[in-house]
């Protein structure tokens, strides 16, 4: 097969050269046969045994032969021809070949041989198989157009899709001539903004209908690529997000569903709470006037029971608020000034009493570094010792119940207050231990268990530590007591503190007339007869009469319930606050007495003018107190100035 070529001086000729190049390479005869084969064609294609000149297209495959044939005419009538052949014989294993047949010319310009090479592009052909491959299943719309014309040369399945069209049909088209117009002009916006400004733009579009006729949202990004010259090619990768947009409005309706739930429960348990302290008022209210009285001593036992059971009943209520306002992110902490060492020792004084009933000490342990004067949240701070001094006599039968308030470093130096409660009592292990600060738990679930409580105050108090800043941690063993302690960031105060008195008498005043402002005559009666041997006493049964009554009789005080019929209270505040304005009229002192406790009932009430807030069930004392408390306040007030017009 190897034809003789004469060499030139330097010792080699043409056949030398094509021997040496990696691509296969054979001479041709006009006939088709082969004159000469380098030595990769030899290896790569080699001649079946027979006659020394070989028909060429006899060693391609048959597949491969048409297109052969067709160029090695093209190329004998002295054009170039190119074809692409798949190998797929045992000893090429997949292999492709791009084959060139160029005409050789004689001294006359006639086309004397044929020069065809082979070049293995397997390799190149499989990539680009495997990217067309990826680009197809692409779920994601993908296309590409040429900058140069606006032309499509790309379109994805994903993208034929989306957009409705056939990419056989849509490459080598403009946008403007495949799609509908305010998608075509809005894609063309946005792919000149890509090559104005070089960055790649994301927008969100509507492409076509879900099965059930619903639009399909698509978020796409668009980009050019760029050589030497300049922008090429405009990309554009699109993302089907209608499912995400319809679990994203899915969830919105469900929080909106749960947030309308919440609130529903919030008013559920405000209107629940002010429905069950106005009946327990007349419980506590009531047993506490008969316990001043003069009683035998089954009466006194029997208005004993009503009156513990009434606070247990209110522990309870307040309880379930609390933990209500938590959930609902409801609870500020308030910062103000508080001498830390005797609110300690308050709330020892308080729980002693029942500590005493069962025989068991009580001891309050304050250090000369927490003794002093302090910033914090005083109430949040009481209700926590409280509760856990509390439970502590609870579960003590016998021995010792301690409350110690350290610090562990100077509390004007970064130190932190640190509150310790200690018993002797029945403990509980390390399984109680893992839930007892859970909600509704306690440590003895069973029918005999000797504790009662609904398992809400370790919880409410972890998370009013919590609040201000604390961590509440536990230790006990069963039989040997309990431990419970936490820190608070506590700052100094060097200012002196005036304490408000617990109580205070009401000031003699010649019989004040005090107007009573509640539409239900329980109430109304508890407090008559709470102050009928001190005041004259006016009633009425909603807010519209309470503002008539105000403008006939001129009452020194008003107690004035929040949720009435006809008139509020708080806008009977208001137009009694107004009336006062307009005619200079002394400021009248108001307290709000009502079921509604919440804190933005409060603050409702200080925004409506009262001058307390005072939350049922009453005893006397908390109410002569109250009194006692708004005369000082308006007594001490400067003299209200007639408005003019």
């Known amino acids: 097969m190897h034809g003789e070529t004469p060499s030139d001086q330097s010792g080699y000729g043409a056949l030398d050269v094509l021997d040496a190049s990696q691509d296969c390479a054979w001479i041709l005869r006009l ?38 044939d067709r160029s090695f ?52 052909v499989e990539t680009q198989g495997f990217l067309r491959t990826v680009i197809q299943l692409l779920p994601s719309p993908l296309t590409v157009k040429n900058v140069e014309d606006g032309r499509y040369v790309l379109i994805n399945r994903a993208a034929e899709d989306a957009l409705g069209v056939v990419a056989d049909e849509a490459v080598g088209k403009r946008g403007s001539e495949v799609l509908p117009p305010a998608i075509a002009t809005h894609a063309a916006e946005i792919e000149a903004k890509v090559l104005a400004s070089g960055e790649m733009q994301l927008s969100e579009e509507v492409f076509g209908e879900t099965a059930d006729g619903a639009p399909r949202y698509f978020t796409t990004k668009t980009l050019a690529t760029y050589d030497d010259v300049g922008a090429r090619h405009l990309i554009t990768l699109a993302e089907d997000v209608t499912a995400r947009r319809s679990a994203a409005a899915s969830l919105r309706a469900a929080l909106d569903q749960a947030e309308q739930a919440s609130q529903a429960k919030t008013a559920f348990l405000a209107n629940m709470s002010h429905e069950i302290r106005t009946p327990l008022n007349g419980i506590v209210a009531g047993a506490d006037l008969l316990a001043k ?107 010792r119940v301690t409350l110690v308030a350290d610090v562990d470093a100077p509390l004007g130096s970064g130190g932190r207050a640190r509150f310790s409660v200690s018993d002797t009592g029945i403990g509980f292990d390390a399984a109680q231990k893992a839930r007892i600060f859970d909600r509704f738990q306690q440590a003895d679930t069973s029918f005999t268990r000797r504790f009662g409580g609904a398992g809400l105050g370790l ?36 200012e002196p503190v005036v304490e408000a008195t617990a109580e205070a008498d009401l000031e003699p005043l010649d019989m004040p007339r005090i107007l009573v402002a509640d539409d239900h005559p329980t109430n109304r009666k508890i407090v008559e007869l709470i ?32 949720q009435m019929p006809v008139m509020d209270g708080l806008d009977a505040v208001r137009a009694i606050r107004a ?14 007495l009502t079921a509604n406790a919440r804190p933005e009932h409060m603050a409702a009430s200080r925004a409506a003018g009262a001058d307390l807030h005072l939350e049922k069930p009453i005893t006397s004392a908390m109410l002569f107190a109250a009194i006692g408390q ?16």
């Not at 045994?49 to 297109?67: D, K, L, N, Q, V």
């Open 579 to 592: 009336r006062e304005a307009a005619t200079g009229a002394a400021r009248t002192p108001i307290i709000m």
């Open 73 to 124: 005419n093209v190329a004998a009538a002295g054009q170039v021809a190119r074809f692409r052949a798949f190998l797929g014989e045992a000893q090429h294993a997949r292999t492709y070949c791009d084959t060139t047949i160029s005409p050789i010319l004689g001294p006359e310009g006639q086309v004397v041989r044929l020069l065809a090479t082979a070049r293995d592009v397997t390799q190149t």
């Open 531 to 562: 102050l009928a041997e001190v005041a004259e006493i006016y009633t009425a049964e909603n807010g519209a009469e309470a503002v008539e009554v105000c403008a006939t009789v001129t009452p020194d005080l008003i107690l004035m319930d929040m």
């Open 630 to 645: 708004a005369l000082e306040a308006v007594q001490a007030a400067p003299e209200p100035v007639a408005e003019t017009a």
């Open 31 to 68: 006939d088709g046969s082969i004159e000469h084969a380098n030595r990769r064609a030899q290896a790569m294609f080699p001649a079946d045994p027979g006659p020394s000149s070989a028909a060429w297209r006899t060693i391609w495959p048959e597949e491969s032969r048409f297109s052969l």
């Open 293 to 399: 009285g003069a009683l035998d001593p089954r009466a006194r036992e029997l208005v004993d029971i009503i009156l513990k059971s009434g606070r247990g009943l209110e522990r309870l209520l307040s309880d379930i608020l609390d933990l209500v306002r938590i959930e609902a992110g409801q609870v500020t902490v308030e910062n103000g000034p508080f001498h830390l060492g005797d609110l300690a020792r308050s709330v020892g004084a308080l729980c002693a009493l029942r500590a005493e009933e069962k025989g068991v000490v009580l001891a309050v342990e304050v250090a000369a570094e927490a003794d002093l004067t302090v910033v914090g949240d005083s109430n949040r701070l009481r209700q926590v010792l409280t509760n856990l001094l509390s439970n502590a006599v609870k579960f003590t039968d016998a021995g």
């Open 459 to 494: 919880a409410i108090s972890r998370e009013l530590v919590e609040l201000m800043g604390g961590a509440l941690e536990c230790d006990s063993a069963p039989g040997q007591g309990s431990t419970f302690w936490f820190t608070l960031p506590l700052a100094a105060h060097h």
